[in-house]
């Protein structure tokens, strides 16, 4: 089974209107993140939010939030008020430790938002 | 400023030719480095750890003999791809093994092979 699913490849948002980028995932690891990371055309990783499986509150940055469920395994992105500059991809990923005990990050198929004016 | 940098960010040559990524940790001594490989309109996905003074460890289905990776110093590792081919031209990335959040990734090597 995907250790993290994003079942939205392409999303299309007018410009201003808030947006959920969907993110579930899967892991017997009870210490495990959770990143969103942007990736504009140009390639760079931007790092935009986490949240820790055991933090209690919902993680904020900004005009991103995170919807985190922990009973229901999932991690969704709120981009509020969304920009023409919000346009890219965006990957939701999970740290946890393998079966030896090894750190593992682990990636999701990616969203691509695109923002119409 | 950036963290880490990765040279060179675009490179094209012919096939059959050895190609050199450097990824360098700018501000922190790393000594664990993460190269991925992102094929167009995928997800990344982890090639190999890096370890400095030790072999890497490769991900299953990862030719360690074609993807060579050197973890000489605490801030430098290299992945050279050898006799590359087209079907390796990629987007390379690697990641400083730092305790995050966030995660410190370099900006990427656009790699075409002719």
């Known amino acids: 089974a995907q250790k993290i699913t994003q079942t939205q490849p392409g999303m299309f948002v007018q410009e201003k209107e808030a947006v959920t980028l969907d993110c579930t995932y899967d892991?017997?690891?009870?210490?495990?993140?959770l990143f969103w990371y942007k990736q504009p055309s140009s390639g760079e990783m931007i790092f935009l939010i986490y949240?820790?499986?055991?933090?209690?509150q919902n993680a904020t940055e900004g005009r991103y939030s995170l919807n985190f469920q922990k009973a229901r395994k999932s991690a969704n992105l709120v981009i509020s008020a969304s920009q023409l500059g919000d346009s890219a991809m965006y990957f939701c990923a999970m740290r946890d430790l393998d079966n030896f005990g090894n750190e593992k990050l682990t990636f999701g198929t990616g969203t691509r938002l695109t923002i119409i004016p | 400023g950036a963290v880490v940098s990765q040279h060179p960010s675009r490179v094209i040559c012919k096939s059959g030719t050895s190609v050199k990524i450097e990824c360098r940790s700018l501000d922190f001594q790393a000594t664990t480095m993460f190269w991925y490989r992102q094929f167009p309109k995928q997800s990344l996905m982890l090639m190999a750890t890096?370890?400095?003074?030790?072999?890497?460890?490769?991900e299953q289905g990862v030719e360690k003999d074609k993807f060579l990776i050197n973890h000489a110093s605490l801030t430098l590792s290299t992945l050279t791809v050898t006799s590359a081919h087209p079907e390796d031209s990629s987007f390379y990335i690697c990641?400083?093994?730092?305790?995050?959040?966030?995660?410190?990734f370099g900006p990427g090597t656009r790699l075409t092979v002719l």
């Open positions: 890096s370890n400095e003074g030790s072999k890497a460890t490769y």
């Open positions: 892991t017997s690891d009870p210490s495990y993140g």
């Open positions: 949240q820790g499986s055991y933090d209690q």
């Open positions: 990641r400083v093994g730092l305790a995050g959040p966030p995660l410190f």
